[in-house]
């Protein structure tokens, strides 16, 4: 009889984990927030080429800016809206993934800050 844990028990892959974890704590919780943080950077470019392509879109449409050339044109005004409805329903994405797991990792941030 061993002492090793009963297959489907991950105890003694964790015990490895909490090891790493607690050498590199510092470390690691400041790599996550980094990452948290770059979801909110993330959403402000998709806010921004959402914008810039909903522009395109009223310039292409608005036919005495830019002559409309039949097909071409209506490929465009079809290609920019497809990208603006795109990154409207991206940006929006990132917001709520930036939100849970700014929520999720709030108490960490707030630990990591006590530590500085």
Do not use: C
């Amino acid at each position: 009889m061993t002492n090793a844990p009963p297959e489907g028990d991950d105890t003694a892959d964790l015990s490895e984990v909490y090891t790493v974890l607690r050498t590199d704590a510092r470390k690691i919780t400041e790599d996550l927030i980094a990452g948290v943080r770059l979801w909110g950077l993330t959403e402000t470019l998709l806010l921004g080429i959402a914008l810039l392509s909903l522009l395109l879109l009223g310039v292409t449409a608005y036919p005495s800016i830019l002559p409309a050339t039949g097909f071409f044109h209506d490929m465009e005004l079809a290609a920019t809206a497809g990208l603006g409805v795109f990154s409207i329903g991206a940006y929006v994405w990132a917001i709520r993934t930036h939100g849970k797991l700014r929520t999720r990792y709030q108490a960490l941030a707030l630990a990591s800050k006590k530590l500085r």
